[in-house]
């Protein structure tokens, strides 16, 4: 991100006016005087104002319900426009973006969630092609049963089982479904987030609320939203 736009974005919400404080030499960059409005910043760097740091301000999360074929080398250009207008060149994180999983994913640009992110629960809906016999159904519920005490399946029918492990557990998880011929893996859960008031391929923005119990629950490696 040009300078000029990173004053403008952060602090002054004026291009002009943070054009202004660099001509007159009033900012810094990592210790350094910038005159340059357009001096290309990085995510890492430290921008200094009247040697006063400018604090990034977060711009928030988005809730997404993807495809199955979607990853994050495919985003549809649509959203990926939106993200990058949104997080100001694409600075940020998510959850939830591999390639054979739909359903839901969470972009954020907040560092603190990372700090959180491994203990989220994730709760996936599973699909198979065949009928589960009775091995393949002990089997299954022995291998969450060894992941920890809390992780829990419950199935729905001989075709269908909903899943639901900690954010850390998932690739376990994904890694033994190849033993099965599974038709759908579809995260519907995230935390308290759930996918059901967005269709397949649409987005929105979460509201304060939203954000607030999402990091709340995470906080504690055992709780969940109760579902």
Request: glycine share 4%.
């Amino acid at each position: 991100m040009k300078l000029n736009k990173y004053i403008s974005v952060h602090k002054t919400s004026s291009k002009k006016i943070a054009e202004d404080y660099i001509s007159k030499k009033k900012v810094k960059v990592n210790g350094l005087v910038i005159t340059d409005i357009f001096f290309p910043t990085t995510k890492n760097d430290k921008v200094y104002l009247n040697n006063k740091l400018i604090k990034k301000k977060k711009s928030g999360y988005i809730l997404y319900n993807k495809p199955a074929d979607i990853d994050s080398n495919s985003i549809p250009l649509h959203l990926k426009k939106f993200l990058k207008s949104f997080y100001n060149d694409d600075d940020y994180n998510w959850i939830g973006l591999e390639i054979g999983v739909c359903g839901l994913v969470l972009f954020y640009d907040d560092n603190k969630l990372n700090q959180l992110v491994d203990n989220i629960w994730l709760l996936f809906d599973l699909k198979f092609k065949n009928q589960l016999n009775k091995n393949q159904k002990k089997d299954l519920n022995d291998f969450i049963s060894s992941i920890d005490e809390f992780s829990e399946i419950n199935f729905i029918d001989n075709k269908n089982v909903a899943v639901k492990i900690q954010k850390k557990n998932q690739e376990k998880l994904f890694l033994k479904l190849k033993e099965f011929n599974v038709l759908l893996i579809d995260r519907v859960l995230i935390q308290n987030l759930d996918k059901f008031d967005i269709p397949r391929g649409k987005f929105r923005k979460l509201n304060n609320l939203e954000i607030f119990n999402l990091k709340s629950l995470s906080t504690s490696p055992y709780k969940s939203s109760g579902h």
